[in-house]
């Protein structure tokens, strides 16, 4: 691969000036080659009807170094898309001018994974850009060997604190021990190691993290405090609660948080005392942060008496009652969620199930009442249900279905298994699996569901309990292909549930390779093609290369992504209970910040509803169906981004499931030590975090709208309509040599 890429190249350290006009031409003549050779016959069947072929660069003569590069961070995103590594494009993507070239190029060969990215990564390691250095140091914890880790290390002590910052992070990625990490850190000041150690300390291990936590309390610089608290008490050893009682009496809001969260796991009774203290002003408000700890405590005094540690203290009800009346979502539903473990006390049931009767009470604390009470093991939950199961909402027919399960009131179960709404169908569903004890004709019955959402939630549910048989699986779905289950998240989940039954059941792994092989090879979305690969792996079988099977959109739209990728978005989330502004930046995920602007534009978000409010801590919304695994019509990859720590008011596009990345969004509304792997960012709140943390499940998104000079590449269901053509007339000449428009003999 070396010998491909200049030895002096624009990028790099220590160069001066810019390439000739003569090499310049060269170059773009090069790429002209590359697209009427190699790329062009990948996108050809995207290319319909009247549309001509896109013009290559250099063809007119008079291309300028803007539209080069516009070409390969356009070529760079198509052969990232379809998981290909190709050496003319990586050696012109290197030579580029451009540092947003070169750092797209790092970001692509990792997520593209070809062990042949790793020595470029290395040269990039050398970069004259720092935002190069540091984009190929976190890429390179994609590629474990001895000389990664080698020049990581030397990296993560080197002058340049962005790089060794990603170093330090790839180096816990590829599972090299914290001692061995300090020990590249010699020659690094003392302040200057922990702005390079605290950022990543969520990645060592517990016994790690604890240990250097603990001392970056004392020592790091006052603005790594909260970093560092937050990866203490985060899934801290069994040893750490000496340090979490210490962090109950910080300054910091959020860390008393997250010490009092940590708290409920592996509290004691000792704690109560402290935990109450947390619980504070009843007119604290979390748009200034000092709900949190009360919130927190609230759960953490719960979880201690479910653990059986202690009773539930009756002198905190009346804290409780004037938590039901709090303006802030996350603070009333907490202590709506928490007083399940107080229902023997009268006056909270009363006032559980007066919420729950209040027509005018927002649809989530109606849902949240009801489930506290089946929880609780209330009197009157049972009625409750009756009345929830036949509700006008769909998110309260939905809580009917887990609160009837927890009731063991399996009619009602039933009953909601036939409801209209998908949500409500899959809620039952899942609460059908809770209560048998051998759901395999529950399962065989939401095999056949109409609902796509539905059958994906039925294939997740098989990932943890895989009752049915490879037959079962994919007779519906069309055989070894899967061809008739048209949602690629569905289709996802599918592979994910056949990799469980393969594993489960010895007799019928041969047949479950068989579909996966076919399901690697054929499957027209590359994150289909990717999870069945990753699967085969995991099962023993044969893992096909990666194929260069055509995508949905042509060369064209690879263009129009990476321009408008290229420059920070305006984005407004209109809600019943006020504004947000956010600002996208897309240089990180370009595909998945485009996807969420696209679907913004074309008011595929408006008019809908919060789907949940996890623990108090992130609003979850954009599934229309309610279900989790409802979408746009379409899946990707998660796009890896720099390991970030995750800080309130960030925007995240959701991809938790086994069905890859869809339109479901995260909004987080208190800090975590780090972002997880599996949410992308996308947009980051400018004003109006006080609004989200007033919203609620069932609160209404009025309008999602990006900046108008934000213009939308083509409407998704036309896009779909017209690859789904293309495909249909490439696929006719490829078997019959006919063209789309005559019959075949």
């Known amino acids: 691969m070396r010998e491909t890429i200049a030895t002096r190249r624009p990028g790099a350290q220590g160069e001066v000036g810019a390439p000739t006009a003569r090499s310049s031409m060269r170059r773009m003549l090069a790429l002209r080659a590359l ?44 052969l990232e898309d379809r998981g290909l590594f190709e050496p003319t494009v990586v050696a012109q993507s290197l030579a580029s001018t451009e540092p947003g070239t070169r750092e797209l190029l790092a970001r692509a060969l990792e997520r593209i994974g070809d062990p042949r990215g790793r020595d470029v990564l290395l040269e ?68 200057e190691v922990w702005r390079r150690i605290v950022p990543a300390l969520s990645r060592f291990s517990a016994e790690e993290r604890f240990e250097a936590a603990s001392l970056a309390l004392a020592e790091a610089p006052a603005d790594l405090r909260r970093l560092a608290g937050l990866a203490l008490a985060w899934r801290p050893p069994d040893r750490a609660g000496g340090a979490l009682r210490e962090l109950l009496g910080d300054d910091d809001p959020f860390l008393r948080a997250a010490a009092a969260q940590a708290l409920g796991e592996q509290g004691t009774a000792e704690d109560l005392p402290r935990l109450t203290e947390l619980l504070g002003d009843p007119e604290a408000r979390l748009d200034d942060a000092e709900g949190a700890p009360a919130a927190a ?103 009917a279905a887990g609160a009837a399960a927890r009731l063991g009131l399996r009619a009602i179960v039933g009953r909601l298994a036939g409801d209209p709404e998908p949500a409500v169908r899959a ?63 569905t289709r996802l989940a599918l592979v994910r549930a056949l990799e469980a039954r393969g594993r489960a059941e010895r007799l019928e792994r041969g047949a479950v390779l ?31 290369a990666p194929t260069s099977l055509p995508g949905r959109q042509e060369l064209a739209a690879y263009r129009a992504l990476a321009s408008r990728s290229a420059a920070p978005v305006g984005l407004r989330i209109v809600t019943e209970r006020g504004r947000i502004s956010l600002r996208t930046d897309c240089r990180q ?6 996807s969420l602007l696209q679907l913004a534009s074309q008011g595929f978000y408006d008019g809908q509803t919060v789907g949940d409010l996890v623990a108090g801590r992130e609003l979850v919304f954009g599934d229309p169906s309610g279900t989790g695994l409802g979408d746009a019509g379409y899946r990707s990859l998660p796009e890896t981004a720099p390991f970030l720590p995750a800080e309130p008011g960030l925007l995240l596009l959701d991809c938790s499931l086994s069905a890859g990345c869809g339109s ?28 989200a943390r007033r919203l609620g499940p069932g609160d209404r998104i009025l309008e999602v709208e990006p900046d108008e000079g934000f213009r939308v590449m083509e409407p998704l269901a036309e896009r779909a309509e017209r690859a789904e053509r293309s495909e249909r007339a490439e696929r006719a000449e490829r078997e019959g040599g006919q063209g789309p428009g005559r019959s075949r003999p």
């Open 514 to 544: 068989a579909t996966l092989e076919r399901v690697a090879a054929g499957d027209p979305e590359r994150s289909v093609r990717a999870a069945a690969r990753a699967a085969l792996e995991s099962l023993g079988g044969d893992v096909p």
């Open 297 to 399: 405590a609230l759960g953490a005094i719960r979880s201690l008496v479910e653990r059986g540690l202690i009773a539930a203290p009756a002198e905190l009800v009346p804290r409780l009652l004037e938590r039901f009346e709090h303006p802030d979502a996350s603070v009333r539903l907490s202590a709506i969620e928490a007083s399940a473990a107080w229902l023997l006390d009268e006056r909270l049931e009363q006032a559980l199930d007066a919420r729950f009767l209040d027509p005018g009470a927002p649809v989530g604390d109606r849902a949240a009442a009801l489930s506290a009470m089946a929880r609780g093991g209330a009197p009157r939950a049972g009625d409750r249900v009756a009345d929830a199961a036949t509700a006008s909402q769909p998110l309260l027919r939905a809580s």
């Open 35 to 78: 697209l009427l050779l190699v790329v062009l016959p990948l996108a050809g069947c995207a290319l319909t009807g009247s549309e001509a072929a896109p013009s290559p660069p250099g063809a007119d003569g008079a291309q300028s170094g803007a539209d080069l590069d516009l070409e390969l961070r356009a070529l760079l995103l198509l």
């Open 664 to 691: 479901r969004l995260r909004l987080l509304l208190s800090p975590r030590p780090f972002l997880a792997d599996e949410a992308v960012l996308v947009a980051r709140v400018t004003d109006g975090l006080d609004v």
């Open 589 to 594: 995920a370009p595909k998945s910040c485009v």
């Open 427 to 489: 809620a039952a569903l899942a609460a059908g699996f809770d209560l048998q004890g051998e759901p395999a004709e529950l399962a065989l019955a939401a095999r056949s569901d109409s609902s796509a959402a539905v059958r994906g939630a039925l294939f997740e549910l098989l990932r943890r309990r895989p009752v049915l048989g490879h037959a079962d699986l994919t007779r519906a779905a069309g055989g070894d292909t899967l061809g008739r289950e048209r949602a690629p998240a």
């Open 124 to 191: 990039l390691l050398a970069d004259r850009a720092p935002e190069v250095r540091a984009a190929a140091a976190a890429a390179l914890g994609a590629f474990p060997s001895a000389v990664v880790e080698a020049s990581l290390l030397t990296v993560a002590g080197g002058e340049d604190r962005a790089a060794g910052s990603a170093a330090v992070a790839a180096l816990a990625r590829l599972g090299v021990p914290l001692a061995a990490v300090l020990e590249g850190l010699r020659a690094v000041d003392g302040e």
